[in-house]
């Protein structure tokens, strides 16, 4: 009955259920992947949902690119980075993950393939999947110095006639690692040689780290391929509840305007992003540099304290390196019993090396510090 795209093994993995019977116990544990920036007590404005109340909301004009004066807000947020984008090549869309839908739509048919960083954010092969596509990994390559690099070569070798697409992450999640400018201009060349479009999830892109390399504030750039670059108020504002990302398009006239054209008939056939919210985002978007101010302190006051994290150039989650540790879900499994704290393993996004945690930094300083110390008084591996 069912189409063999959603075959997937639907049965809980052992720590979900193991973490599903605590909490059915009410047992309290220190939840270290907690990403949901609404639940970690930052302050949001009254006035963000005040502005839904704006009498636009009740009007239905529908563009498929997503009301003017909200991709005028997008085009701002790249021309401050020094990549200006006429709002004209920018579509809003309801979030990133359809954002990826519609350009691999726009961009693959079914068997093509697309070009994943490992490790990197896991509903990638699912995204992919779901639209009849295959992920071929390519690698980002831990150097001693602990910061990850493109793996070119493989790369380059890992391309097929049916590669399409090459997905770049800005800052990666969860390595934060970003493309260095040398980084950026080689994925870029090699695009441009192979006429593949190249995809930057710049999700993360707010997020910088003050200590981090020197690297581009963004990496949608005129005078190479077709590229995209995808954004979100689920990150940029920490609102992944209203649904509001976007998709901003850069390269040769020719490629944009052909990708243009078949986007709009793409977007026109759901029109899915809602009007309150693309109406009042041009005044919450004066509210956005309070919301990442308190991100960046608390992700900053988070990586401070807890120096044997991997260094990052950005991001919301730390990777932590556990020598020792082979079997990262025991590892994970007993931490939870014995401890009540839940990291994720690294095989959660596909990491080569094994003896990975990953946890998210977004936590206020004493549930991070309390779930670290117990983290590390059950890894006889790892000293403070
Ligand atoms: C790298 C990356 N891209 C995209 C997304 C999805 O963003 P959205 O909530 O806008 O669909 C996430 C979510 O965590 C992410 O980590």
């Not at 690099?149 to 890992?158: D, F, I, Q």
């Not at 006639?161 to 060349?189: F, K, W």
């Not at 006051?301 to 044997?308: A, F, L």
């Amino acid at each position: 009955m069912f189409a063999k795209r959603t075959g997937w093994d639907l049965r809980p993995n052992k720590l979900s259920k193991k973490l599903a019977e605590m909490r059915a116990r009410g047992e309290e544990i220190i939840d270290l992947t907690e990403s949901n920036p609404t639940r970690v007590g930052l302050h949001y404005p009254d006035e963000l949902l005040k502005e839904l109340a704006d009498p636009r909301g009740l009007l239905y004009e529908p563009d498929p690119r997503g009301l003017l004066p909200a991709r005028k807000v997008v085009a701002s947020i790249y021309a401050a980075k020094g990549a200006p984008v006429d709002p004209e090549r920018i579509f809003l869309t309801a979030s990133t993950s359809e954002a990826y839908s519609m350009l691999f739509r726009l961009l693959a048919d079914p068997g093509d393939q697309v070009l994943v960083p490992r490790p990197s954010y896991p509903l990638f092969g699912y995204l992919a999947g779901l639209n009849d596509l295959e992920t071929v990994f390519y690698p980002l390559h831990l150097g001693t110095d602990g910061h990850w690099r493109v793996g070119l070569k493989e790369l380059e070798e890992a391309m097929t006639p049916r590669t399409r697409a090459l997905i770049v992450v800005h800052p990666n999640n969860p390595t934060g690692s970003c493309l260095t400018y040398e980084e950026r201009d080689q994925a870029a060349a090699l695009c441009a040689r192979r006429g593949i479009a190249l995809i930057c999830d710049e999700v993360f892109a707010e997020y910088r780290t003050p200590a981090g390399r020197r690297v581009p504030a963004t990496l949608l750039k005129e005078g190479g391929p077709l590229t995209f670059a995808l954004g979100g108020l689920s990150k940029w504002m920490g609102l992944p509840q209203m649904k509001l990302s976007w998709i901003a398009c850069a390269g040769p006239d020719s490629e944009v305007s052909g990708a243009l054209a078949r986007l709009e008939v793409i977007a026109d056939t759901a029109l899915s992003v809602n009007t309150p919210v693309q109406a009042a985002f041009p005044r919450w978007a004066g509210f956005a540099p309070t919301i990442q101010r308190q991100i960046r302190e608390r992700v900053q006051s988070n990586r401070d304290w807890m120096k044997k994290l991997l260094p990052a150039d950005g991001g919301w989650n730390g990777v932590l390196e556990l020598p020792g540790v082979r079997d990262e879900e025991s590892w994970a499994l007993e931490l939870l019993e014995r401890r009540r704290v839940l990291v994720h393993p690294g095989y959660f996004y596909d990491f080569e090396q094994s003896g990975i945690a990953v946890v998210s930094l977004l936590l206020p300083s004493g549930g991070f510090q309390e779930g670290i110390r117990r983290l590390l008084a059950n890894s006889a591996t790892i000293q403070t």
